[in-house]
C-alpha cells in the first residue's frame, strides 16, 4: 500500500484513490471547477413568448419549431407517402377503442367491443 500522491494522508493501490488525481492536476486547485454553461445568463426565449430560458438557451424547450409551418410541397410529399397504405381490421378497432372518450367503460366492456 502506498500512500495517496495528494497528500491527504490515504493509503492507496496506485498513485491516487479514486477522485484524488484531480486534486493534483487540476488547474483551479481548490476551487470549484468552472462550468461554462451556468456563467451564462438566461434570455428571453427567440420564439417572442415572453419567457425566460435557461441560462445558455437560446429556447425553452419545446418552442424552437413555434411559428414554422409545413410547405404545401411538404404537405403534398407526406400524403402520398401514406397513400395507398390500408389499416387492418384490428388497428381500426384499436383506433376505434382509443378515440372513445370512457375509458372506463370500454375496459369493462372490452369483450363486447371485440
Known sequence: ???????????????????????VFCPWKGKSPPNKKYNKISVLCDCDCGEMTKPGNKYIFGHNRRGTKHTDESKEKSRLSHLGQEVSEETRGKLSIAGLGNQKYIRQNMDIIR
Not at 2 to 7: G, H, M, P, T, V
Not at 8 to 14: E, M, P, Q, R, V
Open 1 to 23: 500500500m502506498n500512500l495517496c500522491q495528494c497528500k491527504c494522508g490515504g493509503y492507496c493501490k496506485n498513485r491516487f484513490i479514486r477522485g484524488h488525481n484531480i486534486r
